[in-house]
């Protein structure tokens, strides 16, 4: 078994959320879950590779198997594409739905040029009643924009604030919002807000202990740039003290999202 441990969508060197990939592991669904729940990485990816030679990402919190993470899945790129000989694409899929990744390392730009291409994805139907997000926030919420599920693969409830001072005050009900969430089929709630042009900052809350806040989370700033339809970059990490910064490029021509964000090792 060899494992990788590298920081995701950091904004500063030496930033951004841990995640461990794991090669060469053939453990069960319960061995995998209590191999991330015992390292207490905010993510765990195994990379299974199938007899045809495809490949398949397989994602872990330390409390759950995800269906999908996307700075796994980055740490996930940059070993697969970053190796000697490595190709400069490769597509694919996850573990507990299947859905289709591409994986792309270009010459220059952004993101140390690592980014993932993924299409949105059917969002659980519900209506969304007024006082919703004021009793998940556990204060009276005044919501710029009407609340709204969205999904690139994990299917996010996106609250639009008025500002970063409101963002950052939040201290919303975990507990309810992981009942919710659970009886709605909702990977969570992400409140955002505008900062500038194209330009944003988000907050996640999906994990019961307020001490696990995710510093960068892929999937919400992918099923935000569909939402919204234009591309962005996403602030997160700010009350986690681990600024991150999530760069998103949306292609509409292709219906698909480019999801992308610096990779540094961790020693």
């Known amino acids: 078994m060899t494992v990788h441990l590298l920081k995701c969508f950091g904004a ?11 090669e060469n592991n053939h453990a069960s669904e319960t061995e995998r879950q209590r191999f991330a729940r015992e390292r207490q990485v905010s993510a765990c990816v195994f990379i299974d590779r199938q007899a045809d030679g495809s490949i398949v990402l397989d994602y872990f919190y330390p409390h759950t198997r995800s269906p999908l993470c996307l700075h796994a899945t980055l740490a996930a790129t940059h070993v697969l594409l970053t190796a000697p ?7 694919v899929t996850t573990a507990m739905r299947g859905q289709t990744l591409q994986l792309v390392r270009r010459e220059a ?3 140390n040029g690592l980014f993932i291409g993924l299409s949105p994805q059917p969002a659980p139907a519900l209506t969304i009643e007024r006082y919703i997000a004021s009793e998940l926030m556990g204060q009276h919420m005044h919501l710029l924009s009407p609340p ?13 604030v008025a500002d970063r001072t409101t963002l950052r005050a939040l201290r919303p009900n975990l507990e309810l919002i992981a009942d919710w969430s659970a009886l709605h089929q909702v990977s969570g709630c992400y409140a955002y807000c505008r900062i500038g042009e194209n330009e944003y900052e ?7 202990d307020p001490a696990q806040e995710d510093s960068a989370t892929g999937v919400a700033a992918g099923a935000l740039a569909w939402h919204l339809q234009q591309s962005l970059s ?10 991150c910064l999530i760069q998103v490029q949306t292609s509409p021509g ?6 992308g964000g610096m990779v540094q ?3």
Do not use: C, D, M, Y
Not at 85 to 91: E, R, S, V
């Open 12 to 22: 500063e060197a030496g930033g951004g959320n841990p995640a461990l990939v794991v």
């Open 85 to 91: 000989g490595a190709p400069a694409t490769l597509t």
């Open 109 to 111: 730009g952004l993101s």
């Open 148 to 160: 709204i599920i969205a999904s690139v693969g994990s299917p996010k409830l996106l609250l639009e």
């Open 202 to 208: 988000g907050r996640n809350f999906n994990h019961p």
């Open 234 to 243: 996403l602030h997160q990490g700010h009350v986690t003290q681990q600024p």
């Open 254 to 259: 292709e219906g698909k999202i480019w999801v």
């Open 265 to 267: 090792s961790s020693t």
